[in-house]
């Protein structure tokens, strides 16, 4: 069956105990998107993949792969997606291509072709026959990769696959996840608590917080909705707070040594420049705040500084 | 189905601690030719009374002799301990590894997965007492040679009596013996994987079969609990000793064979009940 949402949980909600994990979860993720599912620590985010993958029993409500329900129809639900769940395991006695060798009978028999196929695609030809006992954590995270596309997927879920790599493993993930999307076109399904990563990889985002969706559409959209913050220096330094304060279309000045930072609400940055310059101020640097990303997505998950 | 029995079937025969069974069973059958071969069995024998109206020349001692003997004392729990560490480790095992939840995520029935594990449990039984019976046979009949074989009326725990079998006949009833004590490992087997489907940690699995076994063996020692004796799974253990009698008391058998074969099924369905239900939180 054909379908154009490939991904669906209708009001998916899990309680452990008395916690309530996921909380009335709604998603939809439509064929060849990159989604990612953002939020902090302890949102609910393996959760809620664990139950889109009939890991766990929803409390209540449900979830769809392909059209199919997870929970009815697990097999053909599951016929044509590839996941990993937290940190993928293996059997560390057995070397990564036997591994492969076990998950592609599970999955329906992928020949020998498609497992050589899929080693080299995450780069890991080379030590393929050595036991997993002996790889780093990045090539676990590759070998789970590996694992996930063993079934030719429509879908590949992914549950925060750059967790505890260092930059550069973060970046082989990313760039992997990003070609896969492109030239292989699956959809993906990618959690994350980085709002950076996301930004760079997806093209539709659903923040979640405390088991609940706190925001959702579009990246750039989402962008577009954070405070635009800015970092100045003008010279002469002594009026320029009051200067820029009396503009309108700036909301707050804030003084931080050299610079001042400013929470621009309808005005411009151009715009901006040319009052100050008109103003008698020499303009030495203009950027943007680079942590104001992080701040809108800690803002809104309640747990930043407060705004 | 037989497919993801083969899949099992590697996993775990590639798995070094797998073997331990095996050399654990070498060791007991080592031990006891060891003990055979230095201790006067005849005069043994005569101390518990066998010997009182019988004459004995030579020793009883051959491969027969020790391949009873070594199901003796090992089945009650030497045995068990072997089969419960390799059928509670299949399912919670993958658990804490964490490969489980990399198994289900695939296009797989969990009952499918329980079931070609608990056919591995199964086959690992049978081997593990196949060896045993392979392994003191063949050490006795190089030590002690092969014949006839003699069962001492303590060994059923019946006095003044004894029982001499030709050695075809002998072959037979030991035979016999070997598959009634691994369709009661069966049980065994099937309760420590029921467990092991439920939790996530193997020890859990492999050590409450034991205590449990051990808590309905002391219980039993006690007269006041001689009512329920008939109804614990675990006094049916070793109904293999039956084929030893002059008279195979068949009806008991059968009765005892069933009453664990149902205990096998109950524990199995259960067990697959809890897996298919539960969270997979590792
Ligand atoms: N087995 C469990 N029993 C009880 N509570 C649990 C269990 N698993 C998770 N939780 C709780 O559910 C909530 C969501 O956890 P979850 O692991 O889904 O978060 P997450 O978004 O994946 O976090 P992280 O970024 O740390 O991976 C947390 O409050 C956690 O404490
Ligand atoms: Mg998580």
């Known amino acids: 069956m054909q379908t154009d949402t490939v991904l669906r949980a209708k009001g998916l909600t899990k309680v452990f105990k008395r916690r309530r994990a996921v909380d009335g979860l709604d998603l939809e993720v439509s064929r060849g998107e990159v989604f990612g599912f953002l939020g902090p620590n302890g949102a609910g985010k393996t959760t809620t993949i664990r139950m889109l993958l009939g890991l766990i029993r929803p409390s209540s409500g449900a ?60 780069g890991l030809g080379g030590r393929a026959g050595d036991k997993v006992r002996t790889y780093s954590h990045g090539m676990r995270q590759r070998l789970g990769i590996a694992q996930a596309l063993l079934p030719a997927p429509e879908l590949v879920i992914l549950d925060e696959p750059t967790d505890g790599l260092d930059p550069r493993g973060m970046k082989e993930i990313r760039d992997l996840v990003a070609r896969l999307a492109r030239t292989e076109e699956i959809t993906i399904f990618l959690s994350s608590h980085l709002l950076h990563e996301v930004e760079q990889l997806c093209d539709r985002v659903a923040i979640v917080d405390h088991g609940k969706t706190v925001a959702a559409g579009k990246v750039e959209e989402l962008l577009k909705q954070s405070p635009n913050v800015v970092r ?18 700036v909301a707050a000045v804030e003084e931080d040594g050299k610079f001042l930072r400013l929470r621009l609400a309808g005005a411009e940055v151009p715009g901006l420049v040319a009052e100050c310059v008109t103003g008698g101020f020499s303009v030495f640097e203009v950027g943007p705040e680079r942590d104001t990303l992080e701040e809108y997505f800690l803002d809104i998950t309640g747990g930043g500084k407060g705004a | 189905m037989l497919e993801d029995y083969r899949l099992e079937f590697v996993k775990t025969f590639r798995r070094p601690r797998t073997y331990l069974g095996f050399v654990a069973v070498g060791l007991i059958s080592v031990l006891i030719v060891i003990a055979f071969r230095y201790m006067d069995v005849a005069t043994f024998l005569r101390h518990t009374g066998v010997s009182t109206f019988f004459t004995m020349v030579g020793s009883p001692v051959n491969a027969l002799f020790v391949a009873m003997s070594v199901l003796g004392g090992p089945m009650e729990l030497f045995i068990p301990a072997i089969v419960v560490l390799v059928a509670g480790d299949l399912l919670a095992g993958e658990a804490a590894e964490g490969t489980l939840k990399m198994v289900l ?33 063949l050490l006795g009949a190089v030590v002690f040679g092969i014949g006839d074989l003699l069962v001492p009326g303590p060994f059923l725990l019946i006095n003044q009596w004894l029982n001499l079998f030709p050695m075809g006949e002998g072959l037979m009833r030991l035979a016999g013996a070997y598959a009634l004590a691994t369709w009661a490992m069966f049980t065994m087997a099937a309760l420590a994987f029921a467990i092991s489907g439920g939790i996530d940690n193997s020890n859990g699995a492999m050590i409450t079969p034991l205590v449990l076994i051990l808590i309905l063996k002391i219980m039993v020692l006690f007269p006041t609990f001689d009512g329920i004796r008939p109804y614990l799974f675990t006094s049916h253990f070793d109904l293999w000793k039956s084929l030893f009698m002059a008279e195979v008391p068949w009806r008991e058998v059968w009765r005892s064979a069933g009453y664990l074969g149902l205990h096998t099924v109950l524990f199995l369905a259960t067990g697959l009940l809890i897996f298919n239900r539960r969270d997979i939180l590792s």
């Open chain 1, 63 to 122: 979830a769809e792969l392909l059209g199919h329900n997870v929970a009815t129809h697990h097999k053909e639900a599951l016929q044509k997606v590839g996941a990993v769940v937290e940190t993928p395991c293996f059997y560390k006695h057995l070397s990564g291509r036997e591994n492969l060798e076990i998950f592609a009978r599970l999955s329906g028999g992928a020949g020998h072709q498609r497992i050589e196929e899929v080693l080299e695609l995450v």
């Open chain 1, 232 to 249: 100045l220096r003008l010279e002469p330094q002594g009026d320029a707070g009051k200067f820029l304060r009396k503009i309108p279309g």
């Open chain 2, 105 to 137: 995520v695939r296009p797989v029935q969990r009952t499918r997965v329980y079931l070609a594990k608990f056919a591995l449990a199964g086959t690992y039984t049978v081997l593990i007492m196949a060896a045993l019976g392979l392994i003191s046979f």
